[in-house]
């Protein structure tokens, strides 16, 4: 797809827009309850799919994709009267007689771009909100989960409505093409080299953007934590959520040092029960995407600074993609795996003395997406919370705060801008209007000139 293709799909989308059929709540229910029922129809294909893109165990496509997407869009049913309702606002008594409200209303035409980890959630929960503010969208999926991106250009025509939602698949040249169009706001999802790309695009147009980024997730262990639990949830965070390939997977642990020899037995043990004496027989254990992150991966584990500190895992199966669950203890800093985000399953344990060496590790580094803090001691939650700037924190679990709806789900500084899920969805693909009605009665002529003296004094 060249340019002019996706000036011809975007002018499509517009006029559609522009007929105002996507507005009422009527047609934002329906292709919401198109969404469900595709989810209902299909949710085997979508995880042969998803499958087939990463090795990725079904259960965690449906607990980790589809049942997201499905809770997203039962919400946005029940609550879109709520949502789409005026918000009343007080005005001072100098504009008597005077209403004001705030009304949400649909951007326009909208662009959203996917990333390959979670490639169907990550395509249709941000389509959820933005038809949801009843807007025409085009979706560009993944190239690099190619079924899924091929299911999602199959089945979305065939269940909603194709004058206003459209997928375009492709890599970078139809990407390119499309942000070479006008666009009323693009939301994208994947690392910050391209989201550089897509801001730079969107400012020629003054376009707004949000960008759903990534970086490295700290998780800070005290000497309090309760370990067999604290491993359970660090290990399903980073192991059992796509293999580590997740933008809110823990990439790094900083582990007090007095405890750091009994974690890493009990992150061992954790990693047994989960997947057996040799995790690559496992079914549960999603694979690396491609030959170029398995590479990436492996440059990281055999860079001299750190072959050393592997105390557990290490093996890797090129043919098959596989790196085993690894952890490394006390990596140095300047180490590319300290320096990168890691997206895979590698775990780098680094001590620390105190809290405060923790945060001033952590507010050392850009802010990341998201920061898990294990401790039973209030004094250590508070500060954390108080001196670390991240997108979300977790207090004893990981990754969780993304399946809470009504928590705002995004990055700051590095790690993105603005946010979606639940309601915030709604609000990122909405303009809110600010509307002041008046009436002709009770004209103040004081307002008017000619200023006269006396009003000057006023
Ligand atoms: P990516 O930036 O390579 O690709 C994302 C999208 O951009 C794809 O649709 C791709 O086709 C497109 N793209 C790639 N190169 C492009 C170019 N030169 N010009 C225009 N478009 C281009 O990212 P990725 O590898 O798919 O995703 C990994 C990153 O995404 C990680 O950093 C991860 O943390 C982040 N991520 C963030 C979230 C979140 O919700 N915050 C979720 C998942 C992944």
Redesign the pocket.
């Known amino acids: 797809m060249g340019v002019e293709e996706a000036a011809e799909i975007v002018g499509c989308l517009r006029a559609s827009f522009r007929s105002g059929h996507t507005k009422p709540r009527a047609w934002r229910v329906q292709q919401l309850e198109a969404v469900l029922m595709l989810l209902q129809d299909r949710e085997k294909e979508i995880q042969q799919a998803v499958y087939s893109d990463l090795a990725k165990p079904p259960y965690e496509t449906f607990t980790g994709e589809v049942a997201l997407v499905e809770n997203a869009c039962k919400l946005a049913v029940k609550k879109l009267k709520e949502w789409m309702s005026p918000e009343k606002v007080s005005t001072s008594f100098a504009l008597y007689p005077s209403s004001a409200e705030i009304v949400p209303e649909p951007l326009g035409v909208v662009l959203v771009?996917?990333?390959?980890?979670?490639p169907f959630l990550?395509a249709m929960d941000p389509l959820v909100g933005a038809v949801a503010a009843g807007n025409a969208v085009v979706l560009?999926?993944?190239?690099?989960a190619p079924a899924t991106s091929n299911l999602l250009a199959r089945l979305i025509p065939f269940y909603l409505d194709n004058s206003a939602v459209c997928v375009v698949e492709g890599?970078?040249s139809e990407?390119?093409a499309l942000?070479d169009q006008k666009w009323d706001k693009i939301f994208?999802?994947?690392?910050?080299?391209?989201?550089k790309?897509?801001m730079a695009a969107a400012s020629k147009h003054l376009t707004p953007v949000t960008l759903?980024?990534?970086?490295k997730c700290p998780a800070i262990i005290d000497s309090s934590a309760d370990l067999r639990v604290a491993c359970r949830r660090i290990a399903v965070g980073k192991w059992g959520n796509n293999n580590g390939q997740?933008?809110i997977s823990p990439d790094y642990i900083l582990a007090d040092e007095s405890i750091v020899h009994k974690l890493i037995e009990t992150l061992t043990s954790t990693l047994k029960e989960f997947y057996g004496e040799d995790p690559r027989a496992s079914p549960d254990l999603a694979r690396i995407v491609n030959f170029s992150h398995f590479t990436r991966l492996t440059k990281l584990l055999d860079h001299p600074s750190t072959e050393s500190t592997i105390v557990h895992g290490g093996q890797r199966d090129e043919k098959n993609l596989y790196i085993a669950p690894t952890i490394l203890l006390n990596v140095p800093c300047d180490a590319p795996i300290m320096k990168e985000?890691i997206?895979g399953p590698l775990l780098p344990i680094l001590t620390v003395k105190t809290v405060d060496e923790a945060v001033n590790f952590v507010t050392a580094r850009p802010k990341p997406?998201a920061l898990y803090v294990f401790t039973k001691r209030k004094s250590v939650k508070d500060v954390v919370l108080r001196d670390t700037s991240a997108g979300g924190m977790v207090v004893n679990d990981t990754m969780l705060h993304f399946v809470v709806l009504d928590l705002p789900?995004?990055?700051v500084g590095e790690?993105?801008m603005g946010a979606y899920h639940g309601k915030h969805s709604f609000d990122n693909f909405s303009h809110r209007k600010a509307v002041l009605r008046r009436s002709f009665f009770a004209d103040i002529l004081a307002r008017y000139p000619p200023y006269s003296s006396l009003k000057q004094r006023l």
């Open positions: 771009i996917a990333a390959w980890n979670f990550l560009k999926p993944s190239e690099l890599g970078v990407t390119s942000l994208y999802t994947g690392s910050s080299r391209v989201a790309l897509v759903e980024l990534g970086g997740a933008c985000e997206f997406l789900f995004g990055g790690s993105g």
